[in-house]
Each structure stands twice: as C-alpha cells, then as structure tokens.
C-alpha cells in the first residue's frame, strides 16, 4: 500500500487562502479545480487525517480522474508539486505559498516539511507514469540576466509589442514569464505575439493562462504561428460544430462549457462526431443544450471504449435486446402470476381429492327405469 505526503512550506494551523491566489489563480480556473484546491488547504490542518485521493473524490462528489485532472491542473500553473516514488506511483503533494510563486517558483517547492502522511488505498488508480509537463521551470533571472536580455533587439520588442496589447507597463513577473517563454520554451517572438493576440480576444489577460497555454504549445511541439493557427482553427471548429448540434446560437460558450469539450477532446480523445452524437441525443432527451447531460453520455461511451459511431450503433443494439429480454421476462412473470390468481388451489385436508364428474340427469333416468 503506497502512501501519499501531503505537504506545504506554510503551516499556519488554520485555512488561509492568499490573495495572489484569488486575484490571479481563481479567476482563470474551473470552478471544480478551485474547489479540490481549497479542500486541499484544509486538508493540510486536520490532525490524525488519512488523506487518500478515493476520500477527497467522496466528498467533492468527483470521480478519481476529476481529482487528478485537477491535481494535474495546479502542478501546471505552478501552486503544487507532485512527487513520485522510485516506482513511479504518486508519494507526495507539497502546496507551494502562492505569495511567493511570482518570485521564485520553485523556492518553495524545495523546503518544503512534511508534517502530514497520508494513507492511499491499493485499488485507488494513480498514474503509473510521471507526467512531464513541468520539466522545464521558469528560471528566476538575475537583474544582469535581465539587463543582457533587454540588449537584445528581439526581446526589446517583444516587451513593447506586449505592453501595447495589455495598455498597462509589464511587472516584474510579466518579464519574467515572457524571459521564460523566448529562452526556455525556445518560443519564437512571432509566435509569442501571436499566443498574447489570441488570449487577449479571448478575454483573457491573466499571464498565468498565458504560460499554460505557451507550455501546452511547447509540450504539442508547436514552434511556428502557422502551427499555432492550425491548432486554434482545428479547436475553433470542434467549437462551432458542437455549438451547432447544441443548438447554440448568438453568445460564446462559457468557461464550463468549454472545459467540457477540453475533457471530451483531450481527455477522452473522443472524435467531433463521437461529441456531436452525444450533443443530439441531449438535445433529444432534454430540449436543451446540457453540457453536464452529454457528459453523463461521453463518459459512459468512453468507458465502454467507444470509438467509432458502430461502436455506439452495437451498444445500442446491446441495450435494446437487453431491455427486449427483460421485458419478455416480466410479460412472462405478469403472466403466471395472473393464471395463478384466476385458479387458486383449494386443496386441503377436508378436500384433498379429485372431484367426479357426473352426468346427474342420466343418473336420474336410470334410476327411474326410463
């Protein structure tokens, strides 16, 4: 049985949560990843508590791979650290002090104590590879780094092209994460132009999506604009044929909404057709676009490995002989009990014996001599 860790560097013995975390984590994350995040931070106060990713799932209402997903989510934006053991099995979760994560990241990370062991059950389905996606951390330059850096035309550019797209001067921070991008993420300038352009009209302005997405990118092995553009229309028409089979019309999809498809696509790796079937039949069930409904639908057809529309055609098939057989059998049940009904057994011991059928009025001229 493996155990799980799950630690902080700022033990206060009551629940805080930081305003750096609400002013710049929150507001760009699924409103599920916030909720285990917070739980999370309780969970660090509970003396005697066993932690397991089975009991957190219980009580948020989630299943396993939500709570992962949203493990996975934090690990990316930088506020915790998954640690693994030699096996590869998750050991280990250090919460990093939001306060201090525009400074230097991985500080924290580094000190961190281990006031708190936790137990996680055998059957619990943790990952058995160790994800990658933060094996490039964002450096914490140095003022002469910073100073070598700005020499350079590219960069210099790049610093007043961002600073016209925000209309506001860049923070430290800022600076540091574009620094990131170009030198550690090798991203080019137009491409790193073109993923502010686009987050920008998206609505979102908050760098910490910015370098979500630069590293989703980095991790897709997108290097060049038109890589990027390709990506943004593929996602672009996964969008609009999912909002045509919902029905959608007139407005964006939500935050919600959109989380959703990222789940059905990515996650599930279920095909546009796959979705849109699914989409129909909520409609169908509903008379109205339910993400959570199609869901319910996705889910099972992901679990059932449901690749192509036969697959789903042979589960049809599958839960309507299902539902025939069953249906056979309750006629024949309703069926019986009713013939036993209509002829109740009168057999007792003051009537135990087959009665005589007689013709009484044969008897009766017999008797009589006719």
């Not at 066993?50 to 989630?62: G, T």
């Not at 700005?150 to 790049?158: G, P, Q």
């Not at 797209?165 to 860049?170: A, F, I, N, S």
Request: hydrophobic share 35%.
């Amino acid at each position: 049985m493996a155990d799980i860790m799950l630690h902080t560097s700022n033990n206060s013995g009551f629940t805080c949560v930081s305003n750096t975390f609400i002013d710049d984590f929150m507001k760009d994350a699924n409103g599920e990843y916030v909720k285990t995040y917070l739980y999370l931070l309780r969970c660090l106060n509970k003396d005697g508590y066993e932690f397991s990713i089975e009991q957190l799932a219980d009580c948020l209402d989630h299943t396993e791979k939500d709570v992962m997903r949203a493990f996975t989510y934090w690990e990316k934006v930088g506020l915790l650290h998954l640690e693994y053991s030699s096996d590869n099995e998750l050991s280990g979760i250090c919460l990093v002090d939001a306060n201090t994560f525009d400074s230097n990241p991985q500080a924290d990370y580094a000190g961190c104590a281990s006031p708190f062991v936790a137990s996680a059950p055998e059957h619990n389905p943790l990952p058995t590879k160790k994800s990658n996606k933060l094996e490039i951390v964002r450096p914490n330059y140095s003022p002469d780094d910073l100073k070598a850096f700005k020499e350079e035309a590219d960069v210099r550019d790049l610093f007043l092209v961002t600073q016209t797209y925000l209309g506001r001067p860049l923070s430290t921070s800022d600076t540091t994460t574009l620094l990131f991008w170009y030198d550690s993420l090798h991203m080019t300038p137009d491409l790193i132009q073109y993923l502010i352009e686009t987050c920008i009209d998206g609505g979102h302005t908050s760098f910490h999506y910015m370098d979500t997405v630069a590293r989703n990118w980095a991790e897709d092995g997108i290097t060049t604009v038109e890589a990027a553009r390709k990506t943004s229309a593929d996602r672009n028409n996964i969008v609009y044929g999912i909002k045509k089979a919902m029905g959608i019309s007139g407005r964006d999809l939500v935050e919600l909404e959109l989380n959703y498809i990222d789940k059905w696509t990515n996650t599930y790796s279920l095909s546009l057709d796959i979705i849109c079937e699914a989409c129909t039949r909520t409609i169908s069930q509903t008379n109205k676009p339910s993400f959570k409904y199609a869901d319910s639908i996705l889910t099972k057809w992901y679990k059932a490995s449901v690749k192509t529309l036969d697959d789903i055609a042979k589960l049809d098939e599958d839960f309507q002989a299902k539902n025939s057989a069953k249906d056979s059998f309750a006629k024949t049940r309703q069926a019986s009990a009713t013939t036993a009904k209509a002829k109740p057994t009168t057999n007792n011991k003051f009537k135990n014996f087959t009665e005589r059928d007689y013709n009484y009025e044969a008897l009766e001229k017999k008797l009589l001599g006719y």
